[in-house]
């Protein structure tokens, strides 16, 4: 399997193999989209793609393999108590379900618990119903 992409100058297009996750899963290139994206009452797009508000995260100044721990640990359940309280916890979790993040904890949220609410994003449903339904759900489990 191939994916175009930009090279050079005059825009042309090549064609190099995707990256293989497992037998039968392929990874999407990072840094795009996914399909049927809605960002409706969400962060837009030129916010979710500057670098710079993850500098402002709480994960910054904590240990950072917390965040790609196992889930049901420790260190998983402490990042994300640490997400919670987070102020760009929403820009977090919005990047990863936009950009399709396959690993560690975004938002308060590991991998498993975030494919849910990236099939409604794959579906077209508006990104800002996504995230507070997210949000919600991560706070409650946080709480208990």
């Known amino acids: 399997m191939t994916t175009a992409h930009r090279t050079g100058t005059g825009g042309q297009r090549r064609q190099r193999p995707r990256a293989k996750a497992s037998d039968g899963i392929w990874r999407r290139e990072y840094g795009q ?11 837009s797009m030129i916010a ?6 993850k500098t402002t995260g709480l994960c910054v100044s904590a240990t950072g393999d917390a965040w790609f721990s196992e889930h049901g640990t420790g ?3 402490r990042a994300a108590q640490i997400c919670a309280s987070c102020p760009i916890r929403d820009l977090c979790l919005a990047a990863a379900l936009v950009f399709g993040e ?10 498993a618990q975030r494919r849910p609410f990236e099939g409604r994003v794959r579906a077209g449903e508006p990104l800002g ?15 208990a």
């Open 48 to 53: 979710l793609s500057r670098p710079g508000w």
């Open 129 to 143: 119903m996504i995230l507070a339904d997210a949000l919600e759900t991560t706070t409650s489990e946080v709480a």
């Open 102 to 111: 396959e690993f560690g904890i975004w938002g308060g949220l590991p991998p």
């Open 33 to 43: 989209a996914v399909p049927g994206l809605n960002p409706t009452g969400g962060p």
């Open 75 to 77: 260190k998983a359940q």
